[in-house]
């Protein structure tokens, strides 16, 4: 049990370092995915479309929800930019910062994600067989337009018996393959630009504005999880008094069967002082109200 606690108050101590994991996880477990799916182009002019998109669009929303789903502080962040003003006022600088740091690490596995399907090019060139201007390609010259559709929507099942001999096949396929990958690369490589102007460009900004947004965002964040232990806590005291109240008749009997209750007063005293004199239900559910309506203002010279 101590271990287990250890690794939870280590989760809780390095929140950012735990969700900079996850964020890791899920854009290996992204690649993983891809390479163990079977894709399979229906090879027809009005699904290949669909099918190819979907397949690079489809993903990289769930693994985005996901993303949103694991971080805690996507919670923290709305909980906070909802709730009313009350005694405390709201930092929107505050909510913006988290806000960003939220996008960009639930961002990550669905951009690698579309990089590496861009990259292999198979969904490209399902959905956009059919798109391709005809005369570019030899093989296509001495056909209808209604074949020429019929073949270029089938030009990603290779095995197909219209393809196995058509010699512009793998011409249309490497073309589109070719433009997945430039347009893979180049989305690669304006990420990578981006980071690197953000990294370094960083200083030249307002770095005070950006030290209290970050200070701030982690302090809210870690007030929620105080107030929740606290909470847990009080809720363990006072279902322990409510119990001990209800089996006041059976005493006897419980401390014949060895189950080790304190005597008469005993404990009592430091239990009343961490339930802080809230001993009812309505106490408690006003006191949470209040929490919610009219959080105390940041200044502990109040207390």
Not at 203 to 224: G, M, V
Request: with cysteine; aromatic share 10%.
């Amino acid at each position: 049990m101590d271990h287990f606690r250890m690794i939870f108050q280590y989760f809780q101590s390095n929140s950012e370092s735990v969700m900079n994991g996850i964020c890791g996880l899920l854009a290996l477990a992204s690649v993983k995915m891809y390479t163990c799916f079977d894709f399979s182009c229906p090879c027809l002019p009005q699904y290949n479309m669909a099918y190819g998109l979907g397949i690079m669009f489809v993903p990289p929303v769930a693994l985005f929800l996901c993303g949103l789903i694991l971080n805690r502080q996507s919670l923290v962040m709305l909980e906070e930019w909802r709730r009313p003003r009350g005694r405390r006022k709201k930092d929107l600088a505050v909510i913006r910062y988290m806000c960003s740091s939220i996008m960009q690490r639930a961002m990550v596995a669905p951009v690698v994600w579309i990089i590496v399907t861009l990259l292999d090019g198979k969904c490209l060139i399902c959905a956009f067989s059919s798109s391709v201007d005809p005369e570019k390609f030899v093989g296509f010259a001495n056909t209808s337009p209604m074949q020429v559709q019929q073949l270029l929507a089938k030009v990603p099942c290779k095995d197909d018996e219209l393809m196995r001999n058509n010699t512009s096949r793998k011409a249309v396929s490497r073309y589109l393959r070719c433009w997945s990958q430039a347009l893979g690369w180049s989305i690669l490589l304006i990420l990578i630009i981006a980071a690197f102007l953000a990294r370094w460009l960083r200083p030249c900004f307002n770095q005070a504005t950006l030290l209290q947004a970050r200070h701030w965002s982690n302090y809210i964040d870690i007030e929620q999880k105080i107030f929740e232990e606290t909470c847990c806590e009080h809720s363990r005291l006072f279902a322990h008094k409510c119990i001990l109240h209800f089996f006041e008749s059976m005493r006897q009997e419980i401390k014949l069967h060895s189950f080790g209750l304190p005597r008469e007063g005993e404990g009592a005293e430091g239990e009343e002082d961490l339930l802080r004199g809230i001993t009812d239900q309505d106490q408690v559910n006003k006191l949470l109200k209040m929490w919610y309506y009219e959080k105390p203002p940041l200044d502990v010279n109040q207390v």
